[in-house]
Structure formats: structure tokens, C-alpha cells
């Protein structure tokens, strides 16, 4: 039963991380590129943590994984916030 | 199907499309017209190898590699947000000089 979880959990990780590749290619603009890759190159990440811990089953990884995520997700909005901010100044869109 | 089996080939199915994923990753640094478009590749690319990092982990049964995805997840902001406010830094600084920054140049 854990294994198919895992399983499905890496599919939909893979998914989301090539959604987010496909995206950066054809996307028109900046805004829209970094959009794809925030959005869904960390759901992608993070889906696939969690399929690591599913997978081990320890606390000791299932905490390592879980400190993973957060780190993900309080730097990836500050990197997307600083170079979204550079983006829109650049395009007079304030 | 057994479940094992089921987990091992999506498995190998999650390391492709992150491997794809990668790539075109790096063909958006590679072409990206603007600044701002390689550094938005750039960053995907280290959210990226913190996936890898987890699918290795899982593939050697070797849990050290959750080690480099924390370290990963912490570190690799900071090259962005340096990138970022050096393109700013020079933005500004045009903008003082009272150059057109419209213009459509590489930056």
C-alpha cells in the first residue's frame, strides 16, 4: 500500500516538475515564466520530498524532508519576489 | 502489477521528467532573451536538483542525500536574490543618468 502511494506521489512530482519546464519554454514573457517555475517547479520538489519520506518511513527522514519543504517554501517566494520586483520595474509596470 | 514493481518504474518515470524538466530549463538560460529570464532559470534549475536529490536519495535507499536537499533549499536563494538586485542596482543607475531604459537592450 505504501509503495503505490509513493509511486503516485512520484508521478505527480515528475508531472508538476515537467509542467514547470514546459512552461519556462514556452511562456511569452518574464512574469509568466516565473510564474511557471515558482508555482509549479515547488509543488514539484515538494510532492517529491514527500514521496522520500513515504518511501524511508523514519522519523529521523520523515522529519529531514519535512524541514526540506520549509525551506522551500519560506526561500522560493522571497527569490521570486526580488527578481519579479527587478522584472516589473524594468517593464515600467510601477 | 506488483506494488515494488510499481514503485520502481515510476520511479525511474519521475526521474525522466525531471531530467526533462531540467533540460529545458536550460534551454530557456541558454536562449532566455533577458537577464531576468536566466536567473528565472537558474533558480528553477536549483529547485529542480533538490527533486533529483530526493529521487537519488530514495533509488540508493541512502537517506545522506536529504542532507544536500535541506542545504540546497537554504543556499540556493541567494544567488537569485544577488542576481536580482544587481539587475535592479544597474536599473537604477540608468534610470539616474536619464538613459531610455525601454530600450530594448540585453539586460
Partial sequence: ?94 | MTPELFMEWSLDAAFVMVMVAIALAFVRLALGPTLHDRVVALDMMTVLIVAFCALYAIRNDDSAFLDIVIVLALVGFLATVALARFAERRLMMREERGEDIKEDRDD
Wanted: glycine share 10%; aromatic share 8%.
Fill in chain 1, 1 to 94: 500500500m505504501i509503495e503505490v502511494l509513493t509511486g503516485i506521489t512520484l508521478l505527480l512530482g515528475g508531472f508538476f516538475a515537467l509542467v514547470a519546464g514546459w512552461g519556462i519554454v514556452k511562456l511569452p514573457d518574464v512574469l509568466t515564466r516565473m510564474h511557471a517555475s515558482t508555482k509549479a517547479g515547488t509543488l514539484g520538489s515538494m510532492l517529491t520530498l514527500t514521496a522520500a519520506a513515504l518511501a524511508f518511513g523514519e522519523m529521523s527522514v520523515v522529519m529531514r524532508c519535512l524541514i526540506g519543504v520549509i525551506f522551500l517554501l519560506l526561500t522560493a517566494p522571497i527569490a521570486a519576489h526580488m527578481i519579479g520586483r527587478a522584472a516589473a520595474r524594468k517593464q515600467n509596470y510601477f
